[in-house]
Each structure stands twice: as C-alpha cells, then as structure tokens.
C-alpha cells in the first residue's frame, strides 16, 4: 500500500506562512494528482489545492493567491506555501494521492492529517 506522510504544521500568527509537506512511500507505480484538503470540527473535508503529475494546479477561491501547490516528482512529494494566513485557515491539513500500483490496480490514499492553527 502507499503510505503518505504529512509534516509543517503548527502555530503561526494571522499573516504568517508555513509550508506543508507530504511525501509518498510504498509500492508506487505510478503517482497522479496529490492534493491537500483540510477539515475543522462538525464540517466536511473541503479541497483547498490539487496538482496533477503535470503540475497543473487548482485551488479554492478562498486561498486563491495566498497558497502555492507544487511537487516534487523525483521524490512523490507535494507541497503546501501557505502565505498570508488568516484565522479562517485554522484546520487539520490533510495530503491525498492517487495512481497506481500496477498497470491494473489504483490507489488513492490519505494522511494522518497536520494541525495548522492561525491565532494572535
């Protein structure tokens, strides 16, 4: 199986930045999109950036210009630019990958998810 493992969380004032990131182990035959998600109490996990294997990159509106998505494909790792970061972005981050183990079996994997909190 593929284990994703996240890193670069922690505690920063409004208008501070971290930087994520989450590197991707197992029996990978091919990688596609990796992406981050993040998830705050009592609300469902909501996309906040994907990069496909490309590096075509998508984001929420919400942090459209503040978050930058880039990877790393030499070593299945994705990352996460957090600029000018508000109290709105407090979350548990978490990395998703898929692609494949073989030509005929696909993964899709998860993280153990990241605490960012944004707070004075």
């Known amino acids: 199986q593929v284990q994703l493992v996240e890193s670069g969380g922690g505690l920063v004032q409004p208008g501070g930045s971290l930087r994520l990131s989450c590197a991707a182990s197992?029996?990978?035959?091919?990688?596609?999109?990796m992406g981050w998600y993040r998830q705050t109490p009592g609300k469902q996990r909501e996309l906040v950036a994907v990069?496909?294997?490309?590096?075509?990159?998508n984001y929420a509106d919400s942090v459209k210009g503040r978050f930058t998505i880039s990877r790393d494909n030499a070593k299945n790792t994705v990352f996460l630019q957090m600029n000018n970061l508000e109290p709105e972005d407090t979350a548990v981050y978490y990395c998703?990958?898929?692609?494949?183990?073989?030509?005929?079996?696909?993964?899709?994997?998860w993280g153990q998810g990241t605490q960012v909190t944004v707070s004075s």
């Open positions: 197992g029996s990978i035959f091919r990688l596609n999109a």
């Open positions: 998703n990958a898929d692609g494949k183990l073989s030509l005929l079996k696909s993964f899709a994997s």
């Open positions: 990069i496909t294997s490309d590096g075509s990159a």
